[in-house]
């Protein structure tokens, strides 16, 4: 009798075992009111300083049991990237060059099993603006322009009172020159009615738009833009005018104030 009573103690063991091995292998399920929200890492506008690295987290409120396929667009045109089962964050990671700018924006995110990822409300797009690294005792210029291709002539020049051209001081075919804080450079007043300005020399454009991003010996960025290139090109453009003076508390050295021509 206590042999034919153990058979169904057996069993209903056994049950148990091949019933929870079986929950293991299924993929988790989210709780009710549970919602699993996709977002990026880091949001806003961030200068990127030359050497440093550009990458964005696509990132999970929580992990879970199966892949994810986030949606995005850079700079307008549409990309995936996938995160493998289990893992709550994966890393884009993009070149770093002076004078590009790149946007990414999430704007789907689904689980490969059918999970719901729903996107977040904040954290859903970045800019990433390559600049100069900062330089002891300089301060160093790039520049883009909407139309790539219309690039030629980027210099610190000097120019008469009627806006033309005189002469190159700093710069050239580079997107990028550097001003020396200490120089013998004239002050502005000693040239007048002749000035400094940031002077743009292009090609023919289809965009007249264009950005100057200023980096100080600090890492502080000044970034002034404009839309008012002559797509036609081929001119000097004094886009940027720049005031020179003497720094009082430092023999020597100069100030220079930049301001949107």
Same mark, same amino acid.
């Given at each position: 009798?206590?042999?034919?009573?153990?058979?169904?103690?057996?069993?209903?063991a056994l049950s148990l075992i091949v019933s929870s091995? !079986?929950?293991?292998?299924?993929?988790?399920?989210?709780?009710?009111?549970?919602?699993?929200?996709?977002?990026?890492?880091?949001?806003g506008e961030i200068y990127a300083h030359a050497g440093s690295e550009i990458s964005v987290g696509f990132?999970?409120?929580?992990?879970?049991?199966?892949?994810?396929?986030?949606?995005?667009?850079?700079?307008g045109v549409e990309n995936s990237i996938e995160l493998i089962q289990g893992q709550q964050s994966v890393t884009l990671s993009l070149p770093n060059v002076i004078g590009e700018t790149n946007t990414i924006v999430l704007t789907a995110a689904h689980g490969l099993n059918n999970d719901t990822v729903s996107v977040g409300s904040t954290n859903t797009s970045v800019t990433?603006?390559?600049?100069?690294?900062?330089?002891?005792?300089?301060?160093?210029?790039?520049?883009?322009?909407?139309?790539? !291709?219309? !690039?030629f002539y980027f210099t610190f020049a000097a120019f008469d009172s009627?806006?033309?051209?005189?002469?190159d001081i700093y710069g050239g075919t580079s997107a990028n020159f550097a001003i020396?804080?200490?120089?013998?450079?004239?002050?502005?007043?000693?040239?007048?009615?002749?000035y400094f300005a940031i002077d743009i020399f292009s090609l023919s454009l289809n965009?007249?738009?264009?950005s100057i991003y200023i980096v100080y010996p600090d890492a502080s960025v000044l970034s002034l833009s404009g839309n008012n290139?002559?797509?036609?090109?081929?001119?000097?453009?004094?886009?940027?005018?720049?005031?020179v003076s003497d720094d009082p508390a430092t023999p020597g050295d100069k100030i220079y104030s930049f301001t949107q021509n």
């Open positions: 009798m206590k042999n034919i009573k153990l058979i169904p103690s057996f069993l209903m091995c !079986a929950i293991d292998n299924d993929p988790a399920v989210i709780p009710m009111g549970q919602t699993v929200t996709a977002t990026l890492d880091k949001t990132v999970l409120s929580r992990t879970i049991a199966e892949p994810t396929l986030f949606t995005y667009t850079l700079n990433f603006i390559g600049v100069p690294a900062p330089t002891p005792g300089y301060i160093n210029v790039s520049y883009g322009l909407n139309d790539p !291709a219309g !690039a009627n806006g033309n051209w005189i002469t020396p804080i200490t120089s013998s450079l004239v002050n502005s007043a000693e040239i007048v009615p002749q965009d007249s738009g264009y290139l002559d797509l036609a090109g081929f001119v000097d453009q004094d886009v940027v005018l720049v005031d």
